[in-house]
């Protein structure tokens, strides 16, 4: 997971707090992504960013805000946590490969930040 | 809406075999798709891309192709190791903006 740190790793809390995850990164990517892993589904993009203060709604962003005051920090907050939201999440970043028009980018991810909301 | 399936969702073969990991979209109109690996306790790692303009990519054992008429991709793993135990997930893009839709993987476990 060279290039990506996010913390905390581990977090359990109750309902109705807040909680905001950080993921961090040393390669001056533009692109940052916030995912949920759940059993029996694939990923599912919360939020994404693509840029200092551009952000933008994924698949799932209900009870989810986002922001991005650096290139290097991508915050993810539930505002006031549910059990629904008992989750893996992970950071990704994306570099560009192949051509511009091409749209094709590879992800790096995060090792991970497990959510428990009690 | 565009979902992606993959079969089987769980596999367990003798060491050596080769082996196929499937994809399935029910919109066949992919723009590009990716293949990663997952460790347990771990982040997702890149295998494969195959971009709009291509149709397969290869990465040592691994090969990976996909079919656009019918929306279906696959990995094919070639004398497989131990090592290669994980769960491997497949995304595509439906245009060439940066989402990507995911499937929910299969666990591979390659036996000694």
């Not at chain 1, 960013?49 to 993810?76: A, C, I, N, Q, W």
């Not at chain 1, 539930?78 to 980018?105: D, H, R, W």
């Not at chain 2, 982040?43 to 990976?64: D, H, M, P, V, Y």
Request: charged share 20%; aromatic share 8%; net charge neutral.
């Amino acid at each position: 997971d060279a290039g990506i740190t996010q913390s905390p790793r581990h977090k359990v809390t109750e309902t109705g707090t807040p909680v905001t995850l950080r993921c961090h990164q040393t390669e001056n990517h533009r692109y940052m992504y916030w995912y949920r892993q759940d059993p029996g589904h694939g990923l599912r993009l919360i939020h994404y960013s693509y840029g200092v203060k551009d952000t933008d709604k994924g698949e799932v962003s209900d009870g989810y805000s986002v922001s991005r005051s650096k290139t290097e920090d991508f915050l993810l907050t539930l505002e006031s946590a549910t059990s629904s939201q008992t989750s893996v999440y992970f950071c990704a970043i994306s570099e560009s490969k192949g051509t511009p028009s091409s749209g094709a980018n590879v992800l790096t991810f995060g090792a991970g930040s497990r959510l428990t909301v009690l | 809406k565009q979902e992606v399936t993959q079969i089987p969702a769980a596999l367990s073969v003798p060491e050596g075999e080769n082996l196929v990991l499937n994809c399935s979209f029910t919109d066949s109109a992919i723009y590009n798709l990716q293949w990663f690996r997952q460790d347990p306790g771990k982040g997702l790692t890149s295998l494969l891309l195959i971009q709009s303009s291509q149709r397969e990519q290869t990465s040592g054992r691994l090969n990976a192709s996909l079919d656009k008429s019918s929306g279906r991709s696959t990995l094919y793993i070639a004398a497989s190791q131990p090592g290669d135990s994980a769960t491997y997930l497949c995304a595509g893009s439906m245009d060439s903006n940066y989402q990507l839709i995911w499937g929910a993987g299969t666990k591979l476990i390659i036996k000694p």
